[in-house]
T-cell receptor
Framework: KAGVTQTPRYLIKTRGQQVTLSCSPISGHRSVSWYQQTPGQGLQFLFEYFSETQRNKGNFPGRFSGRQFSNSRSEMNVSTLELGDSALYLC?????????????FGPGTRLTVL | GENVEQHPSTLSVQEGDSAVIKCTYSDSASNYFPWYKQELGKRPQLIIDIRSNVGEKKDQRIAVTLNKTAKHFSLHITETQPEDSAVYFCAASWEGDDKIIFGKGTRLHILP
């Protein structure tokens, strides 16, 4: 099976712009979770989508949003970028049913906000 | 809200010695505790997990223990090797929910 893929791998934006990141899960996985990784803060949970519905949400401002398509691919959007949004954004996929199971991470998108 | 505390943030051990990383969680409903390893420049990967109906689980040189009463769990790595150098994340979640809360990570250095 192909692993989780994310595009693009690198992005440079300026403050005030918006950005859209994409995640393609492992075939058969219906749950996609998004995390922000910064030095010293570890992996912070953004949100989780299952069957096109946001099932869980972390403590991030409304500038961070996401969606999931019928093929389980997911996108996250960050509007009105701030310098503090510079981070590695990781998505992870899992089956999402019958209890919690292993999440498989993608390689991440490194976002730099200037 | 849910919270996972992880200690230490940095750990250096001599090759061949043991390493222990400790985590505590706040939500007593948590019942699934995975550990992820992230090597430099790579994605996190699951190395071991434990569910709340088990007190200890081993996989070769890696073991995890869980104390539900105290709400803490630990990762034990024995006979450490250079390839164990990485950042380790503990996490907590609960059955029927894919929201996983991670600790802030422990950077493990294996000294030659």
């Amino acid at each position: 099976k192909a692993g989780v893929t994310q595009t693009p791998r690198y992005l440079i934006k300026t403050r005030g712009q918006q950005v859209t990141l994409s995640c393609s899960p492992i075939s058969g996985h219906r749950s996609v979770s998004w995390y922000q990784q910064t030095p010293g803060q570890g992996l912070q949970f953004l949100f989780e989508y299952f069957s096109e519905t946001q099932r869980n949400k972390g403590n991030f401002p409304g500038r961070f949003s996401g969606r999931q398509f019928s093929n389980s691919r997911s996108e996250m959007n960050v509007s009105t970028l701030e310098l503090g949004d510079s981070a590695l954004y990781l998505c992870a996929s899992s089956y999402g049913t019958s209890g919690v199971g292993e999440q498989f991470f993608g390689p991440g998108t490194r976002l730099t906000v200037l | 809200g849910e919270n996972v505390e992880q200690h230490p943030s940095t750990l250096s051990v001599q090759e061949g010695d043991s390493a222990v990383i400790k985590c505590t969680y706040s939500d007593s409903a948590s019942n699934y505790f995975p550990w992820y390893k992230q090597e430099l420049g790579k994605r996190p990967q699951l190395i071991i997990d434990i569910r709340s109906n088990v007190g200890e689980k081993k996989d070769q040189r890696i073991a995890v223990t869980l104390n539900k009463t105290a709400k803490h769990f630990s990762l034990h790595i024995t006979e450490t090797q250079p390839e164990d150098s990485a950042v380790y994340f503990c996490a907590a979640s609960w059955e029927g929910d894919d929201k996983i809360i991670f600790g802030k990570g422990t950077r493990l250095h294996i000294l030659p």
